[in-house]
């Protein structure tokens, strides 16, 4: 023991039959259908409380479980036992089997015999000129902000860039008090109306849009039209937005620009794992399993559905992680519904070419590094330019940038390496004492 390095009291190992990494619907789902069939589980998710990012905050009443469909899930895994880990991150796989989480004060070493990704999406952001100004937001992240207190009430908020999000997300700001000024859909208007033929056999989707439309009723929506410019003096002011083709602008005075231009999955982890991953997506078979055996994945990172699909994948992996095989198939039916509108999302909102003429030479790209349109634009990869200008090697790891040149300059992304996440720095040294250890045990880095 004596040999042991000295962060070895803080880690904490726990076990389990199936691990669930992220408590988004898919991960809950999943969660609740393997412990009900008598498995242990255990469940990690890096925010406070379980309920990803729909879910997020004020629609789960973690104490007093209320009506909704999201405390329903939370209650049922509480009465199933399932073991949580919240506020942790995973970020490391140190041997197969076997995962490293970091909470605010401890190191988890969480084995299991089943896993279940569940790591949900993220926003992809285009940079513009003035994108980086303070008041300048991800539409998602603005909404995140508000639940967690920022004041919003009286503010002018104008939404732009791309996908349903953009909705929901005005929806809620106006609930709370926000004067939307307007929707900028970068779509155009005939997309939209394919769109809408395609929702007509899903009862359940056109329902959610007329309630959406009553809530935004009054609210101007422009289709084909999305930010050029960001102005202000230390603070966003203004917003410039442009209808392309016709070259028209329009410039509207903003307290907050919420933009996001639709949703790119979190594929890391399962990368990590050795998933295979095809055009940005985790391949999965009928039982969300990837091609690593043991290894399920369900929700966004199979491709971006919304909250039913994410809900039918998680339970289909819970049920096949135990063994429910007969359960699971009863699902397939409703799934490939939901997949037919997964698919029709990702034709409407495809991102139009003129978007990639948005940043000017001195428009930074990558945020952490400070690294700007023209220094990326002479190197010919992913590769090369983290090499010669660091993009993508700031705290974000290229989450936030590298979507963003795979979409300007069509760059492949490199190779996931650990740690998926920043982690600290005592943790990480722990991890290479036991590399030191155990050299054959723990994977490349
Ligand atoms: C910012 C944002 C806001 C959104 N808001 C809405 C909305 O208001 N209305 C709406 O209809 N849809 C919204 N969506 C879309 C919605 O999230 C999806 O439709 C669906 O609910 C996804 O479910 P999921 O379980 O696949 O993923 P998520 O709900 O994203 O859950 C994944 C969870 O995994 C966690 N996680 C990821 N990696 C790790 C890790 N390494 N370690 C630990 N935990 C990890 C994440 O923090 C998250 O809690 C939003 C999406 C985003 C990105």
């Keep these: 023991m004596g040999s042991e390095p000295a962060t070895e009291n803080r880690v904490i190992r726990r076990g389990f039959d199936v691990l669930v990494a992220g408590a988004g619907p898919a991960g809950l789902s999943a969660a609740v259908c393997a412990a009900e069939g008598g498995a242990t589980v255990g469940i990690v998710d890096d925010n406070p409380s379980p309920g990803g990012q729909i879910w997020r905050g004020d629609s789960i009443k973690t104490d007093s479980i209320n009506s909704s469909e999201a405390a329903r899930w939370v209650g049922r895994l509480r009465a ?33 015999g089943k896993l279940i990704v569940a790591t949900g999406a993220r926003e992809l952001f285009l ?47 106006r609930q709370h008090g ?45 289709a084909g039209w999305w930010p050029v410019e960001a102005r202000g003096h230390g603070k966003l002011e203004e917003v410039v937005i442009s209808q392309g083709r016709s070259q028209r602008t329009k410039t509207i005075s903003c307290d907050f620009l919420a933009c996001g231009f639709h949703l790119v999955p979190n594929t ?42 994410a809900l039918i994948e998680g339970q289909i992996a819970g049920f096949a992680a135990v063994r429910r095989s007969e359960s699971a198939r009863h699902l397939f039916g409703v799934r490939r519904k939901m997949r037919s509108f997964a698919r029709a999302l990702e034709r ?71 740690p998926v996440f920043p982690a600290r720095f005592e943790n990480l040294s722990a991890v290479a004492c036991k590399a030191e250890a155990e050299p054959s045990q723990v994977t490349g880095g």
């Design 80 to 112: 199933a036992g399932v073991q949580e880990f919240c506020g942790t991150r995973v970020f490391h796989q140190p041997e197969p089997g076997v995962l490293l989480a970091e909470g605010e004060e401890s190191l988890f070493q969480l084995s299991y």
């Design 127 to 173: 940079p513009f000129p003035g994108w980086t100004l303070p008041n300048v937001m991800g539409a998602g992240g603005l909404q995140a902000m508000v639940k967690s207190g920022l004041p919003i009430a009286g503010k002018r908020v104008l939404v732009a860039g791309s996908g349903p999000l953009l909705l929901a997300v005005a929806a809620y700001l």
């Design 178 to 222: 926000a004067d939307i000024l307007m929707i900028c859909e970068q779509a155009s208007w005939s997309s939209l109306a394919r769109f809408g033929l395609a929702l007509l056999p899903q009862a359940g989707k056109l329902s959610q849009g007329f309630v959406l439309r009553r809530q935004l009723s009054g609210i101007p929506f422009m």
């Design 268 to 309: 890391e982890l399962a990368e990590l794992l050795g998933c295979h991953v095809r055009n940005g997506f985790v391949q999965v078979d009928d039982f969300q399993q990837t091609s690593i055996p043991g290894v399920f994945c369900a929700g966004e990172p199979t491709g971006v559905g919304g909250l039913e699909l």
């Design 348 to 418: 409407t909102f495809s991102l139009r070419p003129e978007l990639r003429s948005l940043p000017r030479p001195e428009t930074i790209v990558c945020r952490c590094e400070d690294v700007t349109y023209s220094r990326l634009a002479q190197h010919g990869s992913w590769r090369a330019s983290k090499l010669q200008t660091r993009c993508g090697m700031g705290p974000c790891q290229g989450r936030v940038c590298g979507p963003v040149t795979r979409f300007l300059f069509a760059w492949s992304p490199a190779p996931v390496r650990p």
